[in-house]
DNA sequence: CCCGATATTGGATACGTTTTCATGCATCTC
DNA sequence: GAGATGCATGAAAACGTATCCAATATCGGG
């Protein structure tokens, strides 16, 4: 018994008509009425599914949008995936993922990988210095930057938060609060980030308050504790990210360090464990489905007329994890 | 300018040697070392991929591994769909995500676009009660479920966490710690994990103390805040998820149950803000990332000799949830 | 020295689709 | 009524690869 899967040649030839005619009708070119039923019937009676691999060898593209992430671990990666599974579903194109792990050769190659698929719409929270965009982008590839944008590429349509905005906000939120020695606690790929802090906190900044981490739970945890212990004196932190705020709590618990009372903490992201936290957290939200949504649009309306990108609005959502500057110093 | 890019005629053109040659050299077939190393210098000289269109028409088959998630905004199945993008790199293939909303319809939607691509292997975590799978499998997918499996498909292979072991330990647990109205806050799929809860539970066993919610935050924050009020008398819960554990914390809070004072806390899933509440959680900890990881195995292995499935084992982390009974009429 | 066996090679074919192009037919215009 | 115009249609040609098969070259044994 030979199962062959039902293919276009088939439904033509139980319609009585050439397969062109089949590919129009279901690819909504014209027929007439009486034609275009046919196929359709027959093609319902054979449950016929065109196949993608045909077309897209015809096509030279394979469809589907590549998505590249640092780390689907994240919870806000994990957000943002999900806002371009929801768009993507809508349209029907599958969803390639790839977990770049912030690595600039990893990405490279998670490249290559879709390229031989044939994949040439992408969506990327690029990683590294964007050195390693430009033979991609020549390449024909259709690309929308999420939440971060590589430095040099500012032609690349971008789907970002308005950290600018968020960071001013809660630095000013901070020096309401009397706070003066600010620390930013970043990740990788976050130099833009870091440019709206001492933006935002003026003359204030102290560069030695400005830590960056790589990737990993690890090298969080050892950057905050490396900064609570080596600037005992700094009375209040942004984290720049959920893994960031996690480390920040984690290192000043274990150096005794109470929050808000020695520290205030202000964390980028508002993620469901930020309520249950005790102090709950004050964290900036920032719109991570949307961004995967919008980036998701945008690759799909693909090569015409390219919007110059998005900026979505964060919130400052005040819970416990701030005090005002002094309060350490109160009786008790 | 035509920027057609090169092709394996291209290759074969400038080797002087056939497309087969060709074809052969870089899929490992035999060839003359010379050949070979002719061809393989050629390749590199010319950035040669081969691309996956034409070999994927030619193969009648697209490679690449879909992975069917209920939720990828659930940091469990973050972890695994992490370990799943390890093992597949290391493959090189690719991994097309989808994401089911434990909705049945919504999978065989999800199975019908990879069928579409292609795509012949896929790891899922099935919903619903099973009867969508059967005409999937017979399409001739290779599958591997992992971490439930989908009734009536014993023959699948499957990659799980014990949780029969660690319903056991954690029900035993609480047991000693003289609990005997202990709830289960239950999630979608797990049929399974009832039983063995009912099971470990023995006579103790209290229907009314046992609740499903859906897979949604507000249902499980619904279903925790129902049953805490409606059985007051309840001692000690068991949460079948992260997501459920977060709902059971946040009800008891609104509800003023003191965890452990006046209830004690069992969740499954070891999640880093697990530590970071207040009291740090008790938790059944899950290699999610481990499941992912086999399961890929198992799907890329393929048809040869499958075997029976994977249990791996879970872990009990004693943190601060739990308490003995009986503390909460302790003196103050 | 010749024959058969083996290893290597390239031509040709098929995979399932989309799209171009030419054909036939009907309708419209002057 | 004749030529022009438009539309529906099907045959055929790609798309880039893997594989079948026949042909050739190499080698060993008799």
């Not at 977990?99 to 990327?124: K, S, Y």
Request: charged residues 25%; neutral net charge.
């Amino acid at each position: 018994m030979n199962m062959r899967r039902t293919t276009i040649k088939d439904v033509a030839e139980a319609a009585g008509v050439g397969v062109a005619t089949v590919s129009r009708v279901l690819s909504g070119g014209s027929a007439s009425p009486e034609t275009r039923e046919r196929v359709l019937n027959v093609t319902a009676q054979l449950d016929y599914r065109p196949s993608a691999l045909g077309r897209n060898l015809r096509q030279r593209r394979s469809g589907g949008i590549g998505l590249l992430l640092p780390d689907i671990t994240d919870t806000f990666y994990g957000r943002l995936a999900d806002g371009v599974l929801t768009c993507a579903r809508s349209a029907g194109e599958p969803v390639i993922l790839g977990a770049t792990g912030d690595d600039p050769e990893r990405e490279a190659e998670l490249i290559g990988t879709l390229l031989e698929q044939g994949v040439d719409r992408v969506i990327a929270v690029p990683s590294g210095d964007g050195d390693g965009w430009a033979p991609t982008l020549r390449a024909g590839l259709t690309t929308v930057f999420a939440h971060r944008l590589s430095p040099g590429h500012d032609d690349i349509p971008a789907v970002l938060a308005d950290d600018r905005a968020g960071i001013r906000t809660a630095v000013d939120y901070l020096k309401g609060l009397g706070h003066r020695r600010i620390a930013y606690l970043g990740g990788p790929g976050q130099e833009q980030r870091l440019s709206f802090f001492r933006q935002a906190l003026g003359p204030l900044v102290d560069e030695e308050l400005v830590v960056v981490a790589r990737g990993s739970r690890d090298s969080a945890y050892a950057a905050a504790a490396g900064l609570f212990q080596h600037r005992p004196d700094l009375t209040a932190v942004l984290a720049g990210g959920n893994l960031l705020g996690e480390a920040a709590v984690l290192a000043a618990r274990e150096l005794d360090l109470r929050i808000p009372r020695d520290l205030s903490l202000i964390m980028f992201d508002d993620v469901p464990w930020a309520e249950l936290c005790s102090p709950p957290l004050t964290v900036i939200a920032q719109p991570a489905q949307d961004i995967g949504y919008r980036a998701a649009e945008l690759v799909l309306r693909g090569g015409t007329r390219r919007p110059r990108g998005v900026l979505l609005p964060t919130e400052l959502i005040v819970r416990g994890s701030c005090a005002a500057r002094g309060t350490s110093r109160s009786p008790r």
